[in-house]
């Protein structure tokens, strides 16, 4: 992932008309905000759509950005905010007896273990679920992203900067230690 | 700041990421979508969707957009060659010139709506593709996969 100064090169770029920086930008921050868009309980159409929207947004008010960690948090606010009226609108939209496609979806649904075929992925997913809300969501952000830039991750989840790596480190202990104790892990 | 990761850590977040990335395409629809847009542009919303009504053996689905200025409602009907047919409706009504970007190299397809709104875009390919209304404000809608 990128460093604050390097998002900041490519938003410069990206605001000068330089396709490849937009590129790059749009590479770089895609995975948080879908994680974002799917962690506000958004099926996955809604949330690609959602994402998509607040790309278009931004595009509309690049010139006021002044500075990179501007640049993700507005992007994430965005997406938390038109993630929260879509499942308003899906929710508003369900009583008439419509046949809309979006049903409410539950939050951060856990992956389908029909799809599993591997039964380590089945246990794991089993003690995840017990973590709570602030790990899981970090723990799945930090999975999507190589060499995760904690700044973003801290203006993704609300978290104080300093704490991302300390809590990464606790959440992941916590469920290692679960896995380690199961015998289902160990014989699989 | 960070420990580092052990081998069983890395497998356990291998794990985790194998659930639920984002969509392979989500890049492109993104970057297909700002391709055109400037500053000016008004964003049109998904505001509805409806689902697939098998219709006298025809499938059809509506899909909303909600600008501030207007809102753009289309319905696309698969046709017997593979192609589609798009069926669309701006309100308030204008004739307004109605574009549908494709990939390239595609050349865009246009339109002109009659003074009640209503326009048809016939035999366009599916895949990625988005709807400019020539307006002013100019409306754009996100990328739709037809």
């Known amino acids: 992932m990128w460093s604050d100064a390097q998002l900041g090169t490519l938003l410069e770029r990206a605001r000068d008309g330089d396709r490849e920086a937009l590129r790059e930008l749009v590479r770089a921050l895609d995975p948080v905000l879908w994680r974002v868009a799917r962690g506000q309980g958004l099926a996955t159409e809604d949330a690609a759509d959602v994402v998509q929207t607040s790309w278009l947004e931004l595009m509309r008010r690049l010139h006021e950005i002044r500075t990179p960690r501007a640049v993700t948090a507005w992007l994430i ?10 499942q308003q609108r899906s929710r508003r939209d369900l009583p008439d007896g419509g046949t809309a496609v979006q049903t409410v979806p539950d939050p951060d649904p856990p992956p389908d273990e029909r799809l599993m075929a591997d039964e380590r992925d089945r246990v794991l997913w089993r003690h995840f679920e017990h973590l709570s809300q602030r790990c899981r969501d970090l723990l799945r952000i930090v999975a999507q ?33 679960a896995l380690t104790a199961d015998p289902a892990w160990a014989t699989s | 700041m ?46 509805e969707e409806v689902a697939p009504a098998a ?18 409602m289309i319905t696309v009907l698969e046709r017997p060659d593979g192609l589609v047919r798009l069926d669309g409706w701006l309100a308030p009504g204008a004739a307004l010139s109605v574009e549908l970007r494709l990939p390239s190299p595609a050349p865009p397809r246009t339109v002109t709506a009659d003074e009640t709104g209503r326009f048809v875009l016939d ?14 404000p100019r409306v754009v809608t996100p990328s739709l996969l037809l």
Do not use: N
Not at chain 1, 77 to 86: F, G, P, V
Not at chain 2, 6 to 32: H, K, N, S, T, W
Not at chain 2, 57 to 72: H, M
């Open chain 2, 55 to 72: 219709r006298a053996g025809e499938q059809a689905r509506t899909i909303t957009f909600d600008a501030a200025s207007r809102t753009v």
């Open chain 2, 2 to 47: 960070t420990d580092p990761l052990d081998d069983l850590d890395r497998d356990i977040l291998r794990r985790i990421g194998r659930y639920d990335p984002p969509p392979a395409d989500l890049d492109e629809r993104v970057l297909f979508a700002l391709a055109l847009t400037d500053l000016e542009d008004e964003v049109a919303r998904l505001a």
């Open chain 1, 145 to 177: 992203v190589d060499r995760p830039d904690y700044t973003v991750i801290a203006e993704a989840f609300g978290m104080p900067h300093g704490s991302i790596g300390p809590t990464r480190s606790r959440c992941l202990a916590k469920l290692r230690a």
């Open chain 2, 123 to 136: 035999e366009v390919p599916h895949g990625l593709a988005q709807l400019v209304i020539h307006g002013t």
């Open chain 1, 77 to 86: 606010t965005t997406t938390r905010r038109e993630a929260w009226h879509r």
